[in-house]
């Protein structure tokens, strides 16, 4: 029987296949922190990277933003093989990893300035093979602000990568805003035809804004879509991608408890609250707003040599 991801030891996650994984999440019943974190940019600590700041305030899962495979890059940790980073960061943190991929859609009406990224983060086959390869748990399809993400080029994109990597790898998608798209903002990021569609394509997981980032996304809304999501057999992660992982103590614990609320499966809290870093306390007060601090001091102080 798998382990709650609660109770995981980094040498559970080391064992654990796609279909493990997805047990040990749901098992543990809303209890699941995902942290975003950027290695591109000069680290908070200096010598120490991001992802391992994350990791020691209590994140169960590292998530990569703005990561090109092409040119992987993460400040802080000891020089490796580019092709080794991965394996690396996930040998110092003990931590399940994910990355952003952007499928990028040329042919809608945008929203304010878009912005070009490289070849090596958009959310095509051939980066998530390279990402997998690289040893990477789960592909995000995603958008980051101004990148010109919609809907339709995730299902496209999701469809391609699923027929090819859908039994060795989980699959989350959805947006945190916008992420430049004229016609798909606020409540219209997603609907219940969108997630009906992810899920046909072979969504794993569907991400959700968290209730309190987005105008116009509340509660109630996000509670409906989690539901809807439950039935059609997907996961959810609601997602905090509006800065607000840099908001104030009292503002985090309260979208926490809204997405605990709705009934979501996991919580993400953003990259953009320091350097390519939540605050890091905010990370932790994430944790204790939706698990105790039994819990979050469990996943804090348990080695890695586990």
Known sequence: MTKRLLD?????????????????????????????????????????????????????????????VNEP???????????????????LTGRVVGINLEPVDANQETLGEIIN???????????????????????VLTGNPGTGVSNAAIISSLKEIGNELGKEIVLVVGKMHAAGSLKEAGENIITKEDI???????ADIILLPAPGTVPGITM???????????????LTLTAIGTSQEGADSGTIKQIALMCKMTGTDMHHIGDA??????????????????????????????????
């Open 73 to 91: 890059v993460m400040q802080g940790i000891p020089k490796v093989a580019k092709e080794d980073i991965v394996k690396e960061l996930k040998r």
């Open 196 to 202: 009906k569609a992810f899920r046909e394509a072979g």
């Open 8 to 68: 995981c030891n980094a040498s559970d996650f080391i064992k654990m296949n796609k279909e493990e994984l997805l047990h040990s999440i749901a098992a543990s019943e809303g209890r699941v922190l995902v942290s975003e974190v950027i290695g591109l940019v000069q680290p908070v600590l200096y010598n120490i990277s991001n992802a391992e700041l994350a990791a020691a305030f209590g994140a169960d899962i590292l998530l990569f933003n703005m990561f090109d």
């Open 220 to 234: 109630e809304y996000i509670r409906e879509l989690v539901k809807y999501s439950h039935d059609l057999g997907a």
């Open 117 to 139: 990224i490289s070849p090596g983060r958009l959310g095509t086959l051939d980066n998530a093979k390279k990402a997998y390869e690289m040893g990477f748990n789960m592909v």
């Open 273 to 306: 609250g320091l350097t390519g870093i939540a605050i890091p306390e905010n990370i932790m007060d994430y944790s204790i707003a939706i698990r105790g601090k039994r819990h979050t001091f469990t996943r804090i102080a348990r080695s890695i040599n586990r």
